[in-house]
Nanobody, 119 residues
């Protein structure tokens, strides 16, 4: 079974940095896309960053210039480097791996990791 395990969350002061990791296992095929989402209490889940199989990236306007998404296909892992963190970045962060199949796209979610930015 495909599983996504996230790590790297925690408590950090404003201006600090964290790197989130999303390790994918149980997949027969390489994941096609990796996305990072976040959800704060009382708010909808939003897309933060995404990366395609070819390495193309996209970012929410709120994190451009501060966050960097990457992937290591050999390690079957995706990453989200978060710099210059702000209190408004506080949320549960979820990774999502998408797999292209003949009939469409399957995607799987990680368990979420808490990121808290506070002084």
């Amino acid at each position: 079974q495909v599983q996504l395990v996230e790590s790297g969350g925690g408590l950090v002061q404003p201006g600090g940095s964290l790197r989130l990791s999303c390790a994918v296992s149980g997949n027969i095929f390489p994941f096609n896309t990796m996305g990072w989402y976040r959800q704060a209490p009382g708010k909808q889940r939003e897309l933060v960053a995404a990366i395609t199989a070819s390495g193309r990236t996209n970012y929410a306007d709120s994190v451009k210039g501060r966050f960097t998404i990457s992937r290591d296909n050999a390690k079957n892992t995706g990453y989200l480097q978060m710099n210059s963190l702000k209190p408004e970045d506080t949320a549960v962060y979820y990774c999502n791996a998408g797999f292209s199949r003949p009939f469409g796209v399957l995607d799987y979610w990680g368990q979420g990791t808490q990121v808290t930015v506070s002084s």
